[in-house]
């Protein structure tokens, strides 16, 4: 079966990232009718289209544009939030590498939707060749005059500033993301006041992922009523999942929100290697709880998948099979998340590094058979009480595995090993 | 006025306040260490959560501002367990050192965890904790990155209050800490406040480093001798080595605020440490000799009575604006009564503004008090006895904790050496050895503003009191209380007095500025004189 592609089409062509590329595939044609368009009409095709965020929280997008005050005596700022960082996801980087104009065109529609004059394009400092590619692009947006000043002889004026990230995950959260364009600490800041009141440089600031805003100029085009014909009712257009892990054909696959888990992983990944098994599924990225084998025909769109206490996250989904030891992963997850915690809230710091501490003891047979209560009571105590979601992005994965895997748990600590054999992961480096 | 009910209790407070400010109205107390006053909220140690009806998640109190109809529950099951487990995580990493740590007994770490915490650790493993190097953010201050909490209330204090942005924090995650920008040290003027800000024993001040336990120390509340601000500070003394240990400000939002200087904080060792005058000297001749108080007020009073006879023009007191209230108006008293008419006191000066609101350019405590009192409100009364001592008009001087050095040029101090080596009497009264006092003839040892009672006026006419937190030295005495002696000694009846609280009452009656004030109305926190 093939995708749907819509944001993917042309990411297999030859220099599918220049502008005669996207142009000559009838780019940039939404820019002149969306210029046409009251902006406020913008925000509600948007909204009627059903678009929701795609950097994670699956916010809809047209009812955030709509809490910006348009009138505001400050500047209004959107940030395309390019920093992709999440274990597991890696499709924003094909939109920004392939075709990088798609997402260009979105930012400018957004910025006149919102009465934005100044786009922020935040990309992770690990994507050298993606911030390459963006810099020409933007350079030639300029030339061609859909950027700068007087746009397509309408008078709106949008400037868009490439913004390389130092490499911090933290980063990728929204209000750490606008601390550090501000020339700080990545360090998210308290909500409320939320970005669109007060964001960057304390101006209404808007943040969108980048395959929110790719999905923009297609809304603009085709309208509203055809991207909500796509997907679910309540998950409208198509998502970008990410198979890795345990996959016979990892890669990405464009398809309608709401496609069962299994066919993503039977029929587009081809399945687990041969002779193994689906053991767990991370279905969102690695901040999402993971679903055991059992749970594969859950449909992948935000809302049944939060039904089933796990979430689409980034819908990067990695399959773990049988022969991966679920503590091993357990604590995979918790280091990552302790080294990557800014270090602002107790239940973050302290917490994402005892999980480590106690899911590292338990994976060298050191652990106590108490030590799974006290995790579980950790991982509760870490979600919703820190000032980001980084917490509960370590805590909820971990909970669930502790939760749905216990027996592996306690098999090591009886054991006194792991069934799995040695871990090869290497050390950290704990000085500093 | 939004009304709001906090654990069942309704109640209706002003619009801008946090729930930690809202429940401390009604008693609440809810816990917590990067929430100040005074600083920025950051809501970064999540120590203060509490539950909000129709809010999913527990909120922190410090970030959650009052509104009409707001249910707060600061007591329910779940907010208890947050603010529980915000203590078991501040731990893991904690090294508990209570026993050696100088924050100990007064720790607001310590005593969270004692209220609010779970009271066991279900982290396994102590020895596996994070030790890092503690290293020095100034030549004062020691940092120990294993206690700190990170809740940056230092950092905010010299990005808000001082703005000077000595300190910053480094890394993330674990590895985060409070680190002074290259090429910088934390040397500003109200640096010292970190120490106190900080809510753990993190930051630590070198001079007490390990040398005290606050527990054996007694507090006194008073006002800072060392400029015309008059800045609250609270002294802590171990009664066991009877000495001032520590300086710290007390909180008084009219006057510094939460803050002192670092003068205010640490010179009271310059004046405890001093070179004291600790009993009564009377010369003989070339040479010095102790002698007892009554028979160094005799030979004082004698010769002045003596002299006043002679050459009434002849006799001159000089205060100080070291000198309290109550001492300034019974030196006046006693000229008065003795009838002598060259009485002056430096009367000190204010000049622009002071550094971070706090510092002022006059370094008298009382400057206010001595034109109020009723000495000439500027410097030329005292530029006057100067002169006459300088001619020889003066023949008998009695000088009360002034040196009279300091008014006279590096040329003439030679010509003011020898006018006072004339001078038939020249009797000194002082806590400090200065030059004035090595050329008397009686030497009357004072107390520094450390070791009496009264009150200070200051810059903008807050009449504050000092007490008494460690007994002068010796056998030296608060001035007042010689000054009484003294005055008996010429008028019996107008010097009874048992304490400078009934001074107090008599500058109340005398002079209208100060009509109606008593040492219950000055309080804690001083009053305002009239108009
Ligand atoms: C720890 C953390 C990391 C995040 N990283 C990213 C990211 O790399 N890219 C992204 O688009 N959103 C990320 N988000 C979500 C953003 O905070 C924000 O919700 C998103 O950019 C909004 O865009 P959307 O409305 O278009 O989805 C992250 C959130 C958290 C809590
Ligand atoms: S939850 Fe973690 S990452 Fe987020 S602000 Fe708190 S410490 Fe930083
Ligand atoms: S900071 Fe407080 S809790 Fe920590 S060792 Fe010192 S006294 Fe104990
Ligand atoms: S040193 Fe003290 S005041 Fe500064 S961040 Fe650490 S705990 Fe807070
Ligand atoms: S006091 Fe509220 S989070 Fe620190």
Known sequence: ?432 | MPKLTIDGKEIEVEDGLNLIQAAARIGIEVPHFCYHPSLSVVAQCRQCLVEVEGVPKVMPACNTFVREGLIVKTNSERAINARKATVEFTLINHPLDCPICDKGGECPLQLTTFKHGPGYSRFDGPEEKKVRRKYYLSDRIMYDPNRCIMCTRCVRFTEEITKTGELGFEGRAFRKKIVVFPGKTLDNELAGNVIDLCPVGALLDKDTLHEERVWYWKFTDTVCPLCSNGCNITVGVDPRKGRVARVRPRVNLEVNEYWICDRGRYEFKGIQGGKRLKEPIVRIGEGFETATWDKALHNISERIKRIKEEAPESVAFVGSPLLTNEELYLLLKLAKIVGINNVASNAGKVEGGKKFGLISTDPFPNSMGVRDMGFASDNDGIGEVIKSILKGKIRALYVVGEDLFQFVSQEERGRLTEALSKLSLLAVQDFKLTETVKLAHVILPGASPYEKDGTFTNDEGRVQRIKKAIPPPGDAKPDWEILLLLGKRFQKEGFIYINPSQVMLEISERIPEYKGMNYEKIGILGIKKRE
């Open chain 1, 1 to 432: 079966m093939p995708e749907m592609r819509i944001i993917r089409t042309y990411v297999d062509r030859a220099n599918s990232e220049s502008i005669r590329s996207y142009i000559a595939s009838g780019g940039y044609t939404a820019l002149p009718t969306a210029l046409k368009m009251d902006p406020l009409r913008i925000i509600d095709e948007v909204k009627k289209s059903g678009l929701r965020g795609r950097g994670g929280a699956g916010f809809p997008t047209g009812i955030k544009w709509s809490f910006i005050q348009r009138d505001s005596k400050k500047p209004i700022y959107l940030c395309c939030n390019a920093d992709e960082s999440e274990p597991g996801s890696f499709k924003d980087r094909e939109i920004i590498e392939r075709d990088p104009h798609q997402m260009l065109e979105g930012i400018i529609i957004a910025c006149y939707a919102i009465n934005s004059h100044k786009c922020y394009i935040y990309i992770r400092g690990e994507m050298p060749k993606g911030a390459r590619v963006l810099e020409t692009s933007i350079y030639e947006a300029y030339e061609k005059g859909f950027l700068g000043e007087n746009i397509l002889g309408s008078g709106f004026n949008i400037d868009v500033v490439l913004f390389k990230g130092a490499g911090a995950y933290i980063c990728g959260e929204e209000t750490g993301l606008l601390e550090s364009i501000e020339g700080k600490n990545g360090e998210p800041r308290p909500k409320p006041p939320f970005p669109a009141q007060i964001g960057l440089f304390g101006c209404p600031t808007i943040v969108n992922n980048v395959e929110t805003l790719a999905c923009v100029p297609h809304i603009i085009n085709r309208g509203a009523e055809w991207f909500s014909s796509i997907g679910t009712p309540k998950n409208t257009g198509t998502k970008i999942y990410g198979l890795s892990g345990s996959i016979n054909r990892p890669g990405l696959y464009e398809l309608p929100l709401g496609i069962p888990l299994r066919e993503l992983i039977h029929e587009y990944g081809e399945g687990v290697p041969k002779g193994r098994h689906v053991k767990a599924i991370s279905p969102g990225g690695s901040s999402a709880p993971v679903l055991t084998a059992e749970e594969i025909d859950i449909p992948m769109d935000f809302d049944s998948l939060a039904k089933a206490g796990s979430m689409l996250g980034t819908a990067g989904v990695t399959v773990i099979d049988d022969s991966t030891c679920m503590v091993r992963v357990a604590e995979n997850l918790a280091h990552f998340y302790r080294d990557e915690s800014c270090g602002q809230c107790v239940q973050c710091r302290e917490g994402t590094w005892w999980l480590e501490k106690m899911l590292a003891k338990i994976e060298e047979g050191r652990g106590r058979m108490e030590y799974i209560d006290t995790l579980l009571d950790a991982c509760f105590q870490m979600k919703g009480t820190t000032i980001c979601a980084l917490a509960d992005g370590c805590a909820m994965p971990i909970e669930s595995i502790v939760k749905k895997f216990r027996h592996e748990f306690e098999e090591h600590i009886r054991l006194g090993k792991c069934p799995f054999g040695d871990r090869h992961m290497g050390t950290w480096d704990e000085s500093n």
